[in-house]
């Protein structure tokens, strides 16, 4: 009886086995796919030439707080109660201003951002499935930064990013 429930397991394991050998499966790193391929990159420089005056004023807002903190640290002693008071309010409400002036720059930047990525994430999808079909992938995971490890014969985002590449050269 022992036997007969051995053989059976064995038998129902090596089937097993059998069938997830035929299983081939893939990961990709769609975020790296985004900013390394060609379309990606040509979205960089879109953002860049957008955003970049915008990041230069906040950094420049952030110098004259830092200018304003130290002055009225020097200062304070100097400077008649009434004084250091509006100083000081005059000061959160620069810090106030900049920080409202960073949140807007970011959400403008994230609005943007994913608003430009759009067509590449579908046009990434098209590619994934073409090249999913074309290979025998039985599925192919998002996430390699979840992935404890993956093997390279695995990870498929250069091979994706190349694609897309061509894709752009041809016009498509």
Do not use: W
């Not at 420089?45 to 970049?52: C, H, R, S, V, Y």
């Not at 046009?123 to 499935?129: E, I």
């Not at 025998?136 to 014969?153: D, F, P, Q, R, W």
């Amino acid at each position: 009886m022992k036997k007969v429930l051995f053989l059976v397991l064995v038998f129902s394991l090596a089937f097993q086995v059998s069938a997830f050998a035929e299983t081939k499966i893939g990961v990709v790193s769609l975020q790296r796919i985004v900013k390394t391929c060609d379309y990606g990159k040509e979205v960089a420089t879109k953002l860049k030439a957008k955003f970049e005056p915008l990041q230069n004023d906040i950094e420049r807002e952030a110098e004259e707080i830092r200018q304003l903190e130290s002055e009225i640290k020097n200062q304070d002693l100097a400077l008649k109660l009434e004084a250091q008071q509006d100083r000081q309010r005059d000061f959160r409400r620069k810090v106030r201003d900049h920080q409202d002036s960073v949140a807007a720059y970011r959400q403008k930047l994230q609005s943007e951002t994913q608003k430009l990525q759009k067509p590449i994430i579908e046009k990434v999808s098209v590619v994934l499935g073409e090249y999913g079909k074309k290979n025998g992938y039985s599925l192919i995971l998002e996430g390699t930064n979840i992935a404890v490890y993956v093997g390279e014969k695995i990870d498929l985002t250069d091979a994706i990013i190349a694609e897309l590449n061509k894709m752009k050269k041809a016009g498509k």
